[in-house]
Each structure stands twice: as structure tokens, then as C-alpha cells.
């Protein structure tokens, strides 16, 4: 499938499995208010927040109280992740039955792994009964200790220390096999490497209730990024290498990997302009998904029609949310993207209180002119905050 034609693409709004918002407790690097509205000017109508926040989102009162504050703001809507554990610790189970209740739509201890094999065990079968999914940040500790990219020649080459895809793979195969035993729903966070692609498709082949989502990131930079030591391209996972990337795309494409999510982590400019070893890792992607996965289409690489899939119904089932349709009589929930509008990334362009993204001052292709949440416009390309 070819974008063609000068014309405006409609498109079902999109639903992001996974973003950290930073309210509450880290309001300088975004908040409720300016997340949903990089959220509004990506395409997004849902946005599922992650609850590593301060403090962690592990009771009811936080899931409310984020719920209510997007409410109030009236843009997309923003559906909490509850965590797994308390205070993510990895040890103490959440009440998941309460945060449920209070609305969130999935429980993750992103940012940490649960490493526990019992307590990842025992949380599955607990999820299972609230028919929650449980969102797993996939990375055993024991091997990344003070790693900073991934783990090869250019991790060598740089002196730094290296994040194996083994990391990742260890993680990934213990909870399929946790998942087949306990028959919970289990979905992979970002996944990343060749070897987790590969376990997944054995998963799913066997008929194991197992998802995953790739970041736009993951699927178009590797490791050479971060040559210069440029520490926008500092996240985690790490960016590997295009082997992985091949992978990932190829698992997008077929429908082995089912969602796309931003996995959008803003940090401020102090936390990136630093040494690479201080830099907090994480990227922005509200804002660039669609310049940089429309790229993927234009090069063959992904069908438009898959691409579409990942970034709405794929996700909407994960978190158990009625998909964006485009249809007759439906509240209106879609966005309009041009697909031939071609703009240099200006940093005073983005919603996001956070600016950290590779991709400043690159040339893109692809644009959002407005998006529907709800019933409502809640974004119009050229209006409102700066242009
Ligand atoms: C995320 C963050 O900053 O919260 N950082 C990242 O590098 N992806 C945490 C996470 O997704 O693991
Ligand atoms: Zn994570
Ligand atoms: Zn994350």
C-alpha cells in the first residue's frame, strides 16, 4: 500500500497502550494537562498512562484522582495503569481488584521488571481473575547492572557499559512460560530484541495468551544513534541493532508484534544535557508517531492497514477499550493527517513540556492537521499553544 495522491488521510484516532504522563510528582517534566495534549496533536483519543509516578499509582485514590484530572481537562482520555506491586518494590501485590474498580485498565511495574518468579506467578493468577493484563518491562537486573546501551560493538567502541539482549529474552521467556501455566493475559512492554520476537512468535503459535507493542523508536534507530554519545537516543531498552529492527518490523508487518505504543518518556533538559552515564533514559513519541511510522509505509516496510490496526484496535484490546471505528453515527473519534506535509522538527512545535527526542531538527514527512476525542476536536494543526 502507497500513501498517494495531494489528499487528507481520515483515520481512526489512536489509543497508546503505554506513555508516562509525570503527574503526580514530576510535573516539571510533563503533567496531566500537557501530556493529553501532546497526546491530542499525535492523533491520540486514548492515552494509557503508566503508573511510575511519585507517588507509584498502586491505590485507588491515585488511579481517581488522575482520572478525574483528565476529566477536567476535557482532551483525550487518559486510562491508568495500575502498578503490579506496591510502590513497584516487586514484592507486595497490589489490590488489583480495587484499582480495577477505580478504573484502571491494565497493571505494569514499567520501569522495573518483576523479577520474582513467585511473585510474578502469583500476580498473573491474581490479575487473571480481575481480567486484567499484566505489562511486563522485560529486563533482568542481574544483567544490566549500570548498563547504559545496548550491549555490542558500538556499546565496546564507546566505552560504555552494555544492556544484553539476553536481558530482555530471559524475561520474556520465563513469563510465556508463566502465562501458559497460569492461562493469565501477559503482554510485553517495548519489546526490543530478535530473540523476544522469536520466543513470541513460538507463544503465539502455541496458542499462549501473549501481546506485545514496539515503540516507532525500536523500529527506526539502532544503536549507531548513539554514537556522540547522544543521550536523546539514551533509553530502555535500549536502541539495538538492525538485525533487531528487521525483526521487529517484520513481527509489526505480520501481526506477531500487535501494537505499536510510544512508550513517550519525557525528562527535562537538565536530565539529557549531562553525561551520558547521568543521563535518564527515555524519549518523547506522542508527537512523532505518525511522521515516523508513515516513513515505514512509504518504504514498503508496513502496510498502511497494519499500521492502523496497531495504533488502534490491537491496543484498544489489550486495555479492554471500545476501538476508535470511523462509522456512520459513531461518536466521532478520527484524525486527519496529511501524509505529504514536510516540516523540519522544531522543538517549540511540541506540546510535550519535555523536548528530549532524537529527532529535533530532522526533516519529517507526515503531519496531523486535527484530531477528534469523544465527540470533540481536541486538537487543529496551527492553533493554540506554539506553532
Ligand atoms: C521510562 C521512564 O522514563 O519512565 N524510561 C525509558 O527509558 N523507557 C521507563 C520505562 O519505560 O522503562
Ligand atoms: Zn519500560
Ligand atoms: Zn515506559
Not at 117 to 136: C, G, H, N, P, W
Not at 173 to 186: C, K, N, P, W
Request: charged share 25%.
Amino acid at each position: 500500500e502507497i500513501i498517494q495522491g495531494d489528499g487528507l488521510l481520515l483515520l481512526p484516532a489512536f489509543v497508546d497502550l503505554h506513555a508516562h504522563l509525570r503527574e503526580p510528582g514530576q510535573e516539571y517534566k510533563e503533567d496531566i494537562a500537557s501530556g493529553l495534549a501532546a497526546a491530542a496533536a499525535g492523533g491520540f483519543a486514548h492515552v494509557c498512562a503508566m503508573p511510575n509516578t511519585r507517588p507509584v499509582n498502586d491505590t485507588r485514590s491515585i488511579t481517581e484522582a488522575m482520572i478525574a484530572r483528565a476529566r477536567a481537562i476535557g482532551g483525550p482520555a487518559l486510562h491508568p495503569i495500575g502498578a503490579i506491586t506496591m510502590g513497584q518494590k516487586g514484592a507486595e501485590l497490589t489490590e488489583m481488584a480495587d484499582l480495577k474498580d477505580a478504573g484502571a485498565v491494565a497493571v505494569s511495574d514499567d520501569g522495573r521488571c518483576v523479577t520474582s518468579s513467585s511473585v510474578m506467578r502469583r500476580a498473573l493468577e491474581y490479575a487473571k481473575t480481575f481480567d486484567l493484563t499484566i505489562i511486563q518491562h522485560a529486563e533482568d537486573h542481574a544483567l544490566t547492572d549500570g548498563a547504559q546501551m545496548h550491549e555490542g560493538a558500538i556499546s565496546t567502541r564507546l566505552g560504555l557499559r552494555g544492556w544484553p539482549r539476553v536481558a530482555e529474552d530471559i524475561i520474556v521467556a520465563r513469563d510465556v512460560l508463566l502465562a501458559e501455566a497460569t492461562g493469565a493475559r501477559y503482554h510485553v512492554a517495548h519489546i526490543s530484541s530478535l530473540g523476544a520476537v522469536r520466543i513470541l512468535r513460538e507463544a503465539k503459535a502455541r496458542g499462549i495468551a501473549v501481546t506485545a507493542e514496539v515503540t516507532p523508536h525500536h523500529l527506526t534507530l539502532t544503536d549507531a544513534a548513539v554514537l556522540g554519545y547522544d543521550t536523546a537516543c539514551k533509553v530502555n531498552p535500549p536502541l539495538r541493532e538492525q538485525a533487531d529492527v528487521d525483526a521487529l518490523r517484520e513481527a509489526l508487518a505480520d501481526g506477531t508484534i500487535d501494537a505499536v505504543a510510544t512508550d513517550h518518556a519525557p525528562h527535562s533538559t537538565l536530565e539529557k544535557d549531562c553525561e551520558f552515564a547521568e543521563a535518564s533514559p527515555g524519549l518523547i513519541g506522542l508527537e512523532l508517531v505518525v511522521p515516523v511510522l508513515l516513513d515505514l509505509v512509504r518504504q514498503g516496510a508496513l502496510p498502511l492497514g497494519r499500521l492502523v490496526d496497531a495504533l488502534t484496535r490491537a491496543p484498544a484490546r489489550i486495555a479492554r477499550l471500545e476501538a476508535p471505528t470511523i462509522k456512520a453515527g459513531a461518536r466521532a473519534e478520527l484524525c486527519l493527517v496529511d501524509p505529504n506535509l514536510s516540516f523540519v522538527l522544531d522543538p517549540a512545535r511540541l506540546r510535550s513540556k519535555s523536548k528530549n527526542t532524537p529527532f529535533l531538527g530532522r526533516q519529517l514527512t507526515g503531519r496531523v492537521k486535527m484530531t477528534l476525542a469523544s465527540g470533540r476536536v481536541v486538537f487543529v494543526d496551527g492553533e493554540g499553544a506554539a506553532t
